[in-house]
């Protein structure tokens, strides 16, 4: 009998359950002491786990997807030290080492020694280094004394299980691009895309004290949501200039900070709606991003789309309107957000009810069997962030 069993993708617009085998404490031929095996508690479907799923990468059939993880200590090598079996803990989706110069600076998303391809690494993710992925039953969680959030009361975690989960990514990604973007007390905000990451953002920047959070998307749900915590809403899919729909609300046509939540699949707006325009977020940015404002860059862009439209996009080369970003002195910040920066202060705010993450992306908790329909649900642009419960241990 199977012991594990997890969510592969298979080819664009195909997920499927698996039997895989179960985790070991060792990476290839060598024992990894330093490393942990989880029983998973919640494992969470993501944005960009679609751009795999869609074929918009170079993904190969059968990679085991699942960067989202929180999980039950079952094992723990003989080299860890302070996380024992039993405990709960939130796995960063970034994997590092702590030991090389970026993790010692505080930049984990960009460790130099768990990706042989290039700096930075992921759970089932392509090109991040071939870790197996976590939307599965069991995992193996290596350097676990260095990436592991411990959550302090295991009955207390389980009660908050729906927002802690959130830990992993989607809610230090959105704060990370808030943050990135200088968001603080009175700021005005504009978020581009009101899926996930874009509601944990704009969740994160009323945390921070924003003023006015201004929410733009395509999608009548997903904008319904936003509005449902408090942010001013943008339909994109109306001819109005975003400017003239911004001054509207604010009185002004720019704001202070720009976070970008969407991408390298994003689409063009009003009179270009549903036409796939991969620079259109950011040269919007800059346009209406005041002189000396700051841009945060969250949404995921690739170096590699074979489903590009245009030519040059397919290595990622997008055109973008540089010059009017340094006419106008504009702070661009990109990449993978380093989790472990927020994820215990943003765990303390959910514990101690500063923010209700869950309510503000409306998280739907699913079984392992109907990850498949989650997909599908997700990509047809459902409000709601999906969060796969392996072994029926989540609370109703």
């Given at each position: 009998?199977?012991?594990?069993?997890?969510?592969?993708?298979?080819?664009?617009?195909?997920?499927?359950?698996?039997?895989?085998?179960y985790?070991?404490l060792?990476l290839?031929?060598?024992?990894?002491e330093?490393?942990?095996?989880l029983?998973?508690?919640?494992?969470?479907?993501?944005?960009?786990?679609?751009?795999?799923v869609?074929?918009?990468?170079?993904?190969?059939?059968?990679?085991?997807l699942?960067?989202?993880?929180t999980?039950?200590?079952?094992?723990?090598?003989?080299?860890?030290e302070?996380?024992?079996?039993?405990?709960?803990?939130?796995?960063?989706?970034?994997?590092?080492c702590?030991?090389?110069?970026?993790?010692?600076?505080?930049?984990?998303?960009?460790?130099?020694?768990?990706?042989?391809?290039?700096?930075?690494?992921?759970?089932?993710?392509?090109?991040?280094?071939?870790?197996v992925?976590g939307?599965?039953?069991?995992v193996m969680?290596?350097?676990?004394?260095?990436n592991?959030?411990?959550?302090?009361d295991?009955?207390?975690?389980?009660?908050?299980?729906?927002?802690l989960?959130?830990?992993?990514?989607?809610?230090?990604?959105?704060?990370?691009?808030a943050?990135?973007?200088?968001v603080?007390?009175?700021?005005?905000?504009?978020?581009?895309?009101?899926?996930?990451?874009?509601?944990?953002c704009?969740?994160?920047c009323?945390?921070?004290?924003?003023a006015?959070?201004?929410?733009?998307?395509m999608?009548?749900e997903?904008?319904?949501?936003?509005k449902?915590?408090?942010c001013?809403?943008?339909?994109?899919?109306?001819?109005?200039?975003?400017?003239?729909?911004?001054?509207?609300?604010?009185?002004?046509?720019?704001?202070?900070?720009?976070?970008?939540?969407?991408g390298?699949?994003?689409?063009?707006?009003?009179?270009?709606?549903?036409?796939?325009?991969?620079?259109?977020?950011?040269?919007?940015?800059?346009?209406?991003?005041?002189?000396?404002?700051?841009?945060?860059?969250?949404?995921?862009?690739?170096?590699?789309d074979?489903?590009?439209?245009?030519?040059?996009?397919?290595?990622?080369?997008?055109?973008?309107r540089?010059?009017?970003?340094?006419a106008?002195?504009?702070?661009?910040?990109?990449?993978?957000?380093?989790?472990?920066?927020?994820?215990r202060?943003?765990?303390?705010?959910?514990?101690?009810d500063?923010?209700?993450?869950?309510?503000?992306?409306n998280?739907?908790?699913?079984?392992?069997?109907?990850?498949?329909r989650?997909?599908?649900?997700?990509?047809?642009?459902?409000?709601?962030?999906?969060?796969?419960?392996?072994?029926?241990?989540?609370?109703?």
């Amino acid at each position: 009998m199977c012991q594990n069993h997890g969510v592969a993708y298979i080819k664009p617009g195909e997920v499927a359950i698996r039997e895989i085998e179960y985790p070991k404490l060792a990476l290839g031929s060598r024992k990894c002491e330093h490393g942990v095996i989880l029983k998973i508690v919640s494992t969470n479907i993501c944005g960009s786990d679609q751009h795999m799923v869609r074929g918009r990468t170079t993904a190969p059939s059968g990679l085991v997807l699942g960067h989202e993880i929180t999980g039950l200590v079952l094992e723990a090598g003989r080299d860890v030290e302070f996380i024992k079996p039993g405990d709960l803990v939130s796995v960063p989706f970034n994997i590092a080492c702590g030991r090389c110069r970026n993790c010692k600076a505080g930049q984990t998303g960009i460790c130099l020694n768990v990706n042989p391809s290039r700096p930075g690494a992921a759970y089932g993710y392509v090109d991040m280094g071939g870790w197996v992925g976590g939307q599965a039953e069991y995992v193996m969680v290596p350097y676990a004394d260095f990436n592991l959030l411990k959550f302090p009361d295991k009955d207390q975690a389980m009660n908050k299980i729906k927002d802690l989960t959130l830990l992993s990514d989607i809610f230090p990604t959105g704060f990370h691009g808030a943050v990135m973007a200088g968001v603080g007390p009175g700021s005005i905000v504009y978020i581009a895309g009101a899926g996930p990451v874009g509601l944990a953002c704009a969740a994160s920047c009323h945390l921070l004290g924003a003023a006015v959070v201004i929410v733009g998307d395509m999608i009548r749900e997903r904008l319904d949501q936003a509005k449902s915590f408090g942010c001013e809403i943008i339909d994109l899919r109306e001819k109005t200039p975003l400017s003239d729909a911004i001054a509207a609300i604010t009185g002004s046509p720019e704001v202070d900070s720009f976070v970008d939540c969407v991408g390298f699949e994003a689409r063009g707006h009003g009179a270009e709606s549903g036409t796939e325009h991969p620079a259109t977020v950011l040269n919007t940015a800059m346009t209406i991003t005041r002189a000396g404002g700051a841009i945060g860059i969250p949404g995921l862009y690739v170096t590699g789309d074979p489903g590009a439209r245009e030519e040059s996009a397919k290595d990622g080369t997008l055109r973008i309107r540089i010059g009017l970003g340094w006419a106008k002195s504009h702070s661009f910040y990109t990449g993978q957000c380093p989790v472990m920066k927020y994820h215990r202060q943003l765990m303390n705010a959910i514990l101690f009810d500063k923010i209700q993450i869950a309510k503000a992306v409306n998280v739907e908790v699913i079984t392992l069997k109907d990850a498949p329909r989650g997909y599908r649900d997700f990509d047809k642009g459902a409000a709601k962030k999906f969060v796969i419960d392996p072994h029926g241990m989540i609370p109703n």
